[in-house]
């Protein structure tokens, strides 16, 4: 069975291919789409700014990630530091969370499992990043970078036969 995402950053659906927007803890469902039109959304970098030792920047708000109306974005999450980050969305549900732990995305985890950085946010739907230096010093800068594709979609009014399930929202 292939994986969900795969290495290779590609949009997660095609033109005329139709969605299914879920939130991940109860799999209630948001809507059923159809794409409409695909575009690539250039790299972007945000900093969080200086952290002391071994200190964080708890639920920043990155509103640059927000879709219009209709629109979803897959991106994927790069942090460009010796940061720990982890995101929720919205800000009570953690995304890449178990039942006891709280996966954190680091520099490392792009090397080693880069298709495991990817998110989807559906128009503005509410997204927080906390943001800790785990070293023993001051930090200037905390930065991720972040990329990806945006959906423009049209809601369908029944199910679709075929579609492709999308979690937008943490558990």
């Not at 927007?21 to 900093?47: A, F, M, N, R, W």
């Not at 980050?85 to 549900?93: G, R």
């Not at 785990?134 to 036969?161: D, E, N, Q, S, V």
Request: glycine letters at 4%; proline letters at 8%; aromatic letters at 12%.
């Amino acid at each position: 069975m292939p994986d969900a995402f795969p290495i290779e950053f590609v949009p997660v659906v095609r033109k005329g291919e139709n969605l299914e927007l879920v939130k991940s803890d109860t799999g209630e469902v948001v809507g059923y789409y159809t794409v409409t039109y695909i575009e690539q959304l250039p790299e972007k970098i945000h900093d969080f700014g200086a952290l002391a030792s071994v200190t964080s920047a708890e639920d920043q708000e990155v509103t640059d990630l927000y879709m219009k109306d209709g629109q979803l974005a897959q991106y994927r999450i790069i942090p460009l530091d010796d940061e720990e980050v982890t995101i929720s969305q919205p800000k009570a549900k953690k995304r890449f969370a178990t039942k006891s732990y709280i996966h954190k995305i680091t520099a490392r985890t792009n090397q080693v499992a880069p298709h495991q950085t990817q998110l989807f946010v559906f128009e503005d739907e509410k997204i927080f990043f906390t943001v800790k230096n785990p070293a023993k010093y001051t930090r200037p800068m905390h930065r991720i970078l972040y990329y990806g594709w945006r959906f423009c979609l049209t809601k369908l009014l029944a199910p679709p036969p075929v579609f492709t399930t999308i979690p937008v929202e943490g558990a």
